[in-house]
């Protein structure tokens, strides 16, 4: 179903983007990776190359920009202008402040990325996929997009916007054959609490402590089964949790061995 099909990736370099990459390449799928770390793009592209034989084309793009979003989409060589499926997946969170200390810029750079970039790239690859009527946008959401935990106000904030955003495009979508869809996660252990937490890996490593958490490929697998659903079928959002996280403030502490 995803042979030879165009799929974009933001936020390929690291975690779940990279784990996407993966798993579509496995499906054969050829790959538009993005991320502003280049040399990371560039080692995945050659493990995907050696174990799968993707074709992949990278773009160093910071997804804040909208003049590099739109000239990137723009400026994609023929063959890859046609993105048959769009992940929106590059984001983050920038500490656990609350409101009353919160950092300017740290509201800024979460705001900037998980919802403007989101809309950026959307904004930028939709009127292809609605002017060739098929298409899919997958955004990865999370819980946080559903339930709000202490300190995490902006945060939570951005991804109940991406939640927003999913709806809103299911909506203006009617009447097309291009698809919205919204996974939301729980708990994954990636790069997210040592970016939440500016390199200190101790903290960032505390996180992941209590119980098992979701890993990369549990999320990419998700992202795949909404990618590959018949043509009638829209899976609207999907919310995956760790078995020992029922909520983002009830988990159960099982330990990690
Ligand atoms: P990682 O930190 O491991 O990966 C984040 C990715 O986003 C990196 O590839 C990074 O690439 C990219 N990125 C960040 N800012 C930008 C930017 N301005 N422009 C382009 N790319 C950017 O975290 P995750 O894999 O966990 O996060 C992926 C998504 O999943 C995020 O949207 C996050 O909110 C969401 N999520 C994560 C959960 C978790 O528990 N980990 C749970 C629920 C949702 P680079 O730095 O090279 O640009
Ligand atoms: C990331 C999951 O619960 O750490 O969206 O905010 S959480």
């Given at each position: 179903m995803l042979k030879s099909k165009t799929v974009m990736i933001t936020g390929?370099?690291?975690g779940i983007g990279a784990a996407c990459a993966h798993s579509f390449a496995r499906e054969g799928a050829r790959l538009i990776l993005a991320a502003r770390r280049e040399e990371r793009l560039s080692e995945l592209a050659a493990e995907l190359k050696a174990e799968h034989g993707t074709d992949c084309h990278l773009i160093t793009l910071d997804v804040r920009d909208r003049l590099a979003v739109d000239a990137a989409i723009e400026g994609l060589p023929a063959e890859w202008s046609a993105i048959d499926v769009l992940i929106n997946n590059a984001g983050l969170s920038r500490g656990l402040d609350k409101v009353q200390e919160g950092q300017f810029l740290d509201w800024d750079e979460m705001i900037d990325t998980n919802v403007k970039g989101l809309l950026w790239m959307s904004r930028a690859v939709l009127p292809g996929m609605v002017e060739r009527d098929r298409g899919h946008v997958i955004n990865i959401g999370s819980v946080a997009g559903r339930q709000v935990y202490p300190g995490g106000n902006v945060y939570c904030a951005t991804k109940h916007a991406v939640g927003a955003i999913t709806q809103g495009l299911r909506i203006d979508l009617l009447g097309t054959m291009v698809k919205a869809s919204s996974v939301d996660p729980g708990l994954?252990?990636?790069?997210f609490s040592e970016v939440r937490f500016r390199g200190d890996t101790d903290r960032a490593g505390?996180?992941?402590?209590?119980f098992p958490p979701l890993k990369a490929e549990d999320i990419a697998e998700a992202v795949l089964f909404c990618a590959t659903?018949?043509?009638?079928?829209?899976?609207?959002d999907m919310l995956i949790m760790p078995?020992?996280?029922?909520a983002v403030y009830a988990s159960h502490p099982r330990g990690v061995k």
């Open positions: 390929a370099s690291a994954v252990e990636t790069e505390q996180t992941y402590t209590n659903r018949p043509p009638h079928v829209n899976v609207q078995q020992d996280q029922a």
